[in-house]
């Protein structure tokens, strides 16, 4: 079952305008990451934000975690046609031992129009 | 640092028939992930292998099957090919498979069953 749920599914934005993407999961987490995806190719990793943290920043991305609501938020600045994609997260469950499992989310598919 | 490798990038083959992919993990991660991409099921879990023992395994039929090698590269293997196996799938490499590092993924093969 996916762990994590993006919201929205789909978003439609101009050049130069801001994109949030919220999601949600349902366990307790050890970190939450955030992936692009273009057009069906491998996902590239964006940023990874641990449970002990509740803002990271790089570049122009800025991601937020509240872990008593169990949800994450994406946010995009200043967006660029280039940023077209879809965006997943990804959880890491507290509870996975010493293995590695991470459980998607359906993704938010960006378009940025120019 | 080279990134994740995947070979072959497509691959096309028939019902019934079985399927070997690789990948070679960012030198130096020891952990390697499988996951396997549709439009209906999305990103799913298939397996993690940590210095060459299987850590953890997807709700998958015992049909797909995976090893890791000395060298930390895998090979996954789908025997007995049917229709729905047609997918992406993904390889994520970390470094030590720990909770806290980050997983970077390759390109991914693609596969069409006919």
């Known amino acids: 079952s996916q762990q994590g749920e993006e919201d929205p599914q789909a978003l439609s934005i101009q050049e130069g305008e801001n994109a949030t993407m919220n999601c949600s999961y349902k366990t307790s987490i050890n970190n939450l990451q955030w992936y692009r995806q273009n057009s069906g190719r491998g996902l590239v990793h964006l940023i990874l934000i641990r449970s002990n943290e509740r803002e990271k920043h790089s570049g122009r991305l800025r991601v937020t975690l509240d872990t008593s609501k169990k949800s994450s938020s994406l946010l995009i600045t200043a967006s660029r046609a280039a940023d077209t994609a879809s965006y997943f997260c990804?959880?890491?469950?507290?509870?996975?031992?010493?293995?590695?499992?991470?459980?998607f989310g359906k993704g938010t598919l960006l378009t940025v129009n120019p | 640092k080279a990134g994740v490798t995947q070979t072959p990038r497509y691959l096309i083959k028939t019902r019934g028939q079985q399927v070997t992919l690789s990948c070679s993990p960012i030198?130096?991660?020891?952990?390697v992930s499988w996951y396997q991409q549709t439009p209906g099921q999305g990103l799913q879990f298939l397996f993690e292998y940590f210095s060459e023992t299987q850590r953890n395994k997807g709700n998958f039929p015992g049909r797909f099957s995976g090893r890791q090698f000395s060298n930390s590269r895998s090979e996954m293997n789908v025997s007995t090919l049917e229709l729905g196996d047609s997918a992406l799938y993904l390889c994520a490499s970390s470094l030590a498979g720990g909770r806290r590092t980050e997983a970077f993924f390759g390109q991914g093969t693609r596969l069409t069953v006919v």
């Open positions: 030198s130096g991660h020891r952990s």
């Open positions: 990804a959880t890491d469950a507290l509870s996975g031992g010493s293995n590695y499992k991470l459980t």
